[in-house]
């Protein structure tokens, strides 16, 4: 009985030219998958850096934006602060200061007081002019008294001395 040989692929002439050509096809994909792997890492390595540039951006954005945050925050405090300070201020004035409507009052209260003062020195200067008057007419009445008083007992004595000079003579 005759055995049978196994052809092998690679030692038939028929299918070696179709090996070749296949492994050569194998071949060319390989390297344009190389090439496009190849590709792809650079893609892969140019997409990461730019991902990590714009964790940097964003990182250097956001920081900025916090020490913008913190200006605006700490300017808002010191704004703020003055508007406690002006309020605090008004408050004051407000506690401190007196209305317009009790002033006017007060005023006008003050106003008729001086007005009854004034009647009163009117009066009270009146009646002192009056007895100024009455004071000073007896006052000359007094004085022209005693000039007569004086006067008569001038006189008087005049005679009593001629009379007493007469009777020395007599």
Not at 98 to 127: C, D, H, W, Y
Request: with cysteine.
């Amino acid at each position: 009985m005759p055995t049978k040989t196994k052809k092998h692929i690679i030692g038939d002439d028929t299918v070696c030219p179709l090996h070749d050509g296949l492994v050569e096809r194998f071949n060319t994909v390989d390297q344009k998958f190389e090439t496009v792997f190849s590709k792809l890492d650079a893609l892969k390595d140019q997409i990461t850096k730019q991902f990590v540039a714009q964790d940097e951006a964003v990182a250097s954005a956001l920081a900025a934006s916090d020490r913008a945050v913190n200006k605006a925050e700490v300017a808002s405090e010191k704004r703020f602060d003055s508007v406690n300070e002006f309020r605090a201020t008004l408050a004051d004035q407000q506690r401190t200061l007196m209305p317009r409507a009790e002033t006017e009052t007060l005023f006008k209260n003050i106003g008729e007081k001086i007005e009854s003062i004034q009647t009163a020195l009117v009066e009270k200067i009146s009646v002192l002019e009056r007895s100024l008057n009455v004071g000073s007419g007896q006052k000359s009445g007094v004085k022209e008294g005693w000039g007569y008083a004086v006067g008569a007992i001038g006189l008087l004595l005049a005679i009593v001395s001629v009379i007493v000079w007469v009777t020395k003579l007599v």
